[in-house]
């Protein structure tokens, strides 16, 4: 019989103490659940680059009464610049800050991933369990529950098991069929870490081409610290096995395909020595035609990551923890509909981010060829003047997440 809401809470454990995992936490305890969250580092990993918040992932944000926080810790990120070897700008187009319509390539919610992370947090630290440099080994699931194995070889029983372990997941792996391959390429790698600001890093980001299909990114988050990023169009072997190789030579990779590029890209390879921070990595989507089986289920980019070219993830993981939290609320006596739900109902959602990103243009703004980035520049250059990007995105009727409905509430009217 289906247990009605308020009976008894669920255990749940939720593995990965990022975004998606710390939105669910926030939400199923406030529907009443017992939640344990595990992350395998040692603390809480507040560190990453700038991400955002677009569509209907400043509704959620908004609905978990965060909204005032973020904007205590927007990153001022003005507009995006198209410049030439020389830093000069080309074309620029700003962030759309009206209130209606579209972001543009910067959105209106810029913020460092960490800031997001701790603001999370801060919410949900009282009412969940959070143990640290531990994560799920293995687990075994009967109709009644989950019997989890940690990497300290202890164990603990739960109702449900949350896999919000990213786009890696080790919970996704466990419940796909043996073989199968989760990841959809588009043939683009990306790198980023820290430098020292300077004077001439503004709060507009910089986008220079190179002839090859490489790109260099410069955005400055606060005022000691500029943020560079490496793109490529690549292929090969060598590019897909390098984000698991030693940092050093990642680094060393890195350095070898934009040497002598021009701009102030000796000053990016230099810096890469002694930042604080780096992270390599393939440039994918996590395409899954389920995201449970029994007990255990994924979330956040463990069950459908879009990739930073959608500039939907982290609302992703938001929406995503939203809805997932919302049928368990209403369903915690039934985990076959709640989940069932979870899956129909962001479906639609999923398929219209990820669809967002299309490796033909993608490639359009990555040329091969000098030639191919003047006229680009030029085309864009034209655009800016006659106000298109502006006008286009004050008068779309809706963000990338199309016309989706976020579903109500996940605490129940009569807990709330």
């Known amino acids: 019989m289906t247990k009605r809401w308020g009976e008894q809470p669920l255990r749940v454990l939720v593995a990965g103490g990022g975004i998606a995992g710390q939105a669910l936490a926030f939400w199923l305890t406030r529907g009443g659940h017992q939640v344990t969250v595990a992350e395998r580092f040692p603390a809480l990993r507040a560190a990453g680059a700038q991400v955002d918040l677009r569509g209907q992932g400043i509704e959620a944000v908004e609905r978990m009464g965060l909204l005032g926080a973020v904007r205590g810790k927007l990153v001022d990120e003005a507009g995006v610049a198209f410049i030439d070897a020389h830093g000069k700008a080309k074309a620029t187009i700003m962030a759309n800050t009206s209130g209606r ?7 209106e919610y810029e913020i460092m991933r960490g800031d997001l992370v701790r603001i999370l947090h801060d919410a949900t630290r009282d009412d969940a369990e959070y143990i640290f440099g531990k994560s799920v080994n293995g687990f075994e699931q009967d109709e009644h529950k989950v019997v989890v194995h940690f990497s300290d070889d202890s164990h603990g029983e739960y109702d449900l098991l949350i896999g919000a372990d990213g786009q890696g997941s080790r919970i996704r792996r466990a419940i796909l069929p043996e073989g199968f391959d989760p990841y959809w390429r588009i043939g683009i790698h990306m790198a980023y870490w820290f430098v020292p600001r300077i004077a001439s890093d503004s709060n507009i980001r910089d986008t220079y081409m190179i002839p090859g299909g490489r790109q260099i990114m410069r955005r400055s988050h606060n005022p000691t610290e500029t943020q560079a990023y490496f793109v490529i169009r690549e292929e090969s072997e060598d590019a897909s096995a390098i984000h698991r190789a030693p940092v050093e030579r990642q680094q060393e990779f890195w350095a070898s395909r934009f040497h002598g590029a021009g701009w ?26 389920t995201w449970s089986k029994g007990r255990v289920v994924l979330a956040g980019d463990a069950a459908h990551c879009a990739s930073p070219y959608s500039g939907m993830g982290i609302s992703g993981s938001l929406v995503g923890a939203h809805v997932l939290a919302g049928e368990i609320n209403r369903h915690p006596g039934d985990l076959p509909t709640a989940l069932a739900n979870y899956e129909s109902a962001l479906r639609p959602f999923v398929n219209e981010i990820q669809g967002q990103v299309n490796p033909r243009l ?29 006008l286009a995105a004050r008068l779309s009727k809706e963000d990338r997440g199309g016309n989706w409905q976020l579903p109500e509430n996940p605490v129940p009217t009569n807990t709330a």
């Open 362 to 390: 993608l490639r359009l703004g990555m040329p091969m060829t000098q030639r191919a980035i003047g006229a680009f520049q030029a085309t864009t250059a034209l655009a800016c003047f006659l106000h298109i990007p502006d």
């Open 101 to 107: 319509g579209r972001q543009t390539l910067t959105s």
């Open 264 to 289: 102030q890209t000796e000053r990016f390879i230099e810096g890469m020595k002694t930042s604080p921070l780096f992270y390599s990595q393939e440039i994918v989507q996590v395409r899954a035609d």
